[in-house]
């Protein structure tokens, strides 16, 4: 006589492939909040990248503005044009970070860490100002802007100088070469906006990394918390299916102990008639 069969998790399913399938949705929740997590700290890596390029240019600036530059015997020209050429080269590679964050890839579409982000709308604005400034302070056919001094800006911002042109000012006109970088007005001004964006406590792209910590915080703690509720689901579910294990191998004792006790009533039955 075949046996009494059970079918069910003593007769082979795999457990914890099961309890995989059954913790799914909670699985995939902290997935996603892992990618959140992955997100904001890319952002955050590109705030600071931003910041770090944008201070380079406020350096620059206070270090063209500086009034010892022009001393009682005029003015450090081979100084000045150094500092200058800092001052081009930092606004230039801060202009190429802020289109590399700020860049779409049409072909993955997908778009770089700061794609679309007011920070960016900031930074641009404040590159602008910097050779687009006019010191209104001063007097009017007086120099007032960079392009004085030998720069220039290209369609696409970036810009270039002209050593020269520079040297030809510093001599034609030191006084107000002088005027201008040391105006109110003028680098200055640029430098302190600049400040406005990238100090380290209450400056804007700081405000901003500050605010992306703390929800890499707030998603870490979810995370910690989500985590502890699926081993308590997987650990439930684990003490049941053992349970339910315990009762199907009973079942299936007992299925052999009555297959065993029947094919023998029957045998002795079988004999009997013979």
Do not use: C
């Not at 995989?20 to 890596?45: C, F, H, N, V, Y």
């Amino acid at each position: 006589m075949p046996g009494i069969s059970v079918n069910g998790l003593s007769s082979g399913i795999d457990t914890g492939a099961l309890i995989d399938a059954l913790t799914a949705s909670q699985k995939r929740r902290i997935a996603t909040m892992e990618g959140r997590i992955g997100a904001a700290a890319g952002r955050q890596d590109a705030l600071a990248g931003l910041s770090d390029a944008l201070s380079r240019v406020r350096q620059a600036l206070t270090r063209v503005s500086d009034p010892g530059l022009f001393g009682p015997g005029g003015p450090d020209a081979a100084e000045i044009r150094l500092r200058m050429a800092e001052l081009v080269d930092a606004h230039n590679a801060a202009r190429e970070t802020v289109r590399d964050l700020g860049a779409f890839n049409a072909g993955t579409g997908k778009g770089a860490p700061l794609f679309a982000d007011a920070a960016l709308i900031d930074a641009r604005r404040a590159l602008d100002d910097v050779f687009g400034r006019r010191a209104g302070s001063l007097p009017a056919g007086d120099l007032r802007d960079f392009a004085g001094l030998g720069i220039s800006v290209a369609a696409d911002g970036s810009a270039a100088l002209d050593a020269a042109k520079l040297d030809a000012a510093l001599t034609a006109i030191p006084a107000q070469a002088a005027a201008f970088l040391g105006a109110a007005d003028g680098p200055r001004a640029a430098a302190s906006a600049f400040g406005l964006l990238t100090q380290d406590t209450g400056g804007s792209l700081s405000t901003r990394s500050q605010a992306l910590g703390d929800t890499i915080t707030t998603i870490r703690e979810d995370i910690a918390d989500a985590e502890k509720t699926l081993q308590a689901t997987v650990d439930r579910l684990a003490r049941r299916f053992a349970a339910l294990e315990e009762v199907l191998a009973q079942v299936r004792t007992t299925s052999s102990f009555i297959s065993a006790t029947l094919e023998a009533v029957l045998t002795a039955r079988r004999g009997g008639a013979a």
